[in-house]
């Protein structure tokens, strides 16, 4: 097993890097040192999410490989903590249905990896009861793969979701040509370091290491601040009163169906929607012109920051 490298080794590496002689030395992620354990107080937990699939469409293609770790942090400062749970899981394809060549070569990942694998719900569920928000570095990429295949989260899917790619300016916060995960790695502020990609758990892992070093460095609160900014932006809408023939197209674009046990008098299809984004606009659009149409809409929306449920359009 690697071992991290000795105080006096991290010491030269940061000399060699900070200076100015057109050279970067690059630590392997496994050599990295260890994340502080759970000190032992009330902390928040981030699942840090990440996927491979079989292509880049969620619609028509399958998720192949999931995996998350769930990190303690400081509410205050944003520190992580060592991971306190962790899974990692293959996915079969559907029979009859070949994985690609170029997803074997980006991935690693080949047909006979994943034969005969299956998603075991547990441990996937226990993460999600166990955190306060999920990221993942592409949101809008892993999310909806996410949604379509894991429907036994049920209402632990509406957890506050964000996405590092979008949600962190990280050029404001230290000096990086790009907000790809394998280039923030290479330019970290603190032991710039090096992994090796597109395996679910590992970009995992990555991205706790970017996370946890930018924020060591500029003592920038960044999981508490996108933990703020998420719960503030979301809203779970419920389309009260859709027409019944309607059930099929909102299941299709990521409603669930809400019968009321976690939100009395409420029965209706929900969604978690970003009110900011396009997306957002995108699904709220999407109820007036193709569930609702020329019938007045009904909808109601639970704002994750208080809890209220209140109206917020239509009659």
């Excluded at 929607?273 to 606009?281: F, L, P, V, W």
Aim: aromatic residues 8%; glycine residues 6%; proline residues 6%.
């Amino acid at each position: 097993m690697n071992q991290p490298h000795s105080p006096e080794i991290e010491h030269a590496l940061k000399i060699l890097n900070n200076q100015s002689s057109g050279f970067k030395v690059l630590t392997h992620l496994d050599l990295l040192k260890p994340l502080t354990q759970n000190p032992g107080r009330p902390l928040k937990h981030v699942l840090i999410l990440d996927t491979e699939t079989s292509g880049m469409d969620h619609k028509s293609d399958q998720l192949i490989e999931i995996a998350g770790s769930v990190y303690p942090f400081c509410e205050q400062t944003g520190e992580l903590f060592s991971p306190s749970l962790q899974f990692n899981q293959l996915l079969d394809l559907p029979e009859g249905v070949e994985l690609s060549p170029i997803i074997t070569q980006v991935t690693g990942i080949t047909r006979e990896d994943i034969r005969g694998h299956a998603l075991s719900p547990d441990p996937i569920i226990a993460a999600f009861k166990a955190c306060d928000m999920v990221i993942s570095h592409n949101a809008t990429f892993d999310r909806p793969f996410v949604e379509k295949t894991c429907d036994f989260l049920g209402e632990l899917a509406n957890k506050p979701w964000a996405c590092s790619l979008q949600d962190i300016d990280w050029s404001t916060l230290f000096t990086t040509p790009s907000r790809a995960l394998a280039v923030l790695a290479a330019f970290c502020p603190e032991n710039p370091f090096f992994y090796d990609a597109h395996r679910a758990l590992t970009d995992c892992d990555a991205l706790a290491r970017v996370v946890h070093q930018v924020t060591s460095a500029t003592q920038q609160a960044i999981l508490p601040q996108l933990l703020a900014g998420t719960t503030e932006r979301l809203v779970q809408v419920f389309a009260v009163g859709a027409p019944y023939e309607a059930k099929d197209l909102l299941s299709a674009h990521g409603f669930r169906w809400s019968d009321g046990t976690q939100f009395p008098n409420i029965k209706a299809w929900a969604k978690v929607i970003d009110r900011q984004s396009e997306e957002g606009c995108r699904d709220f659009i999407f109820l007036h012109e193709k569930v609702y149409g020329s019938r007045a809409a009904s909808l109601k929306a639970r704002i994750n920051k208080k809890g209220e449920t209140r109206r917020v359009l239509g009659q």
